[in-house]
């Protein structure tokens, strides 16, 4: 019996897996290596004083190169920003996806009563 959607209800849950779990795991194996120079850059950044980041860049790279190197430091947290974002989209359909299904379910068990 397929449920037709209403106001109160979404209907029966219809979609397909956007994800195999070998993808699921191989993304996961890879995610250090991936994104985490960039998340330590900014959580670094962000355990720093003005002065500590400035004695760091200095120490790192020579005066002409220092304002390149905050370039690249912007660049990095830009970029893991931008895949943050993204994951709150997955999350966010991950979550749609999971209250779809249990609201069906708490349908289905109510009505079976």
Known sequence: MTTQPTET??????????????????????????WGASRRTMLTVLAKSPEEITGILNE???ADETVEVY????????????????????ADAAQARLL??????????GGAQ
């Open 9 to 34: 209800n979404p209907g029966t849950p219809n979609f397909e897996p956007c994800f195999t779990q070998d993808q699921v795991f191989e993304t996961d194996g890879r995610y250090e290596t991936t």
């Open 60 to 62: 790192a790279t020579k």
């Open 100 to 109: 779809w299904v249990a609201n069906a379910a708490v349908e289905t068990k």
């Open 71 to 90: 370039f690249q430091m912007i660049k990095e947290i830009d970029q893991y920003a931008g895949h943050l974002k993204n994951m709150l989209e997955l």
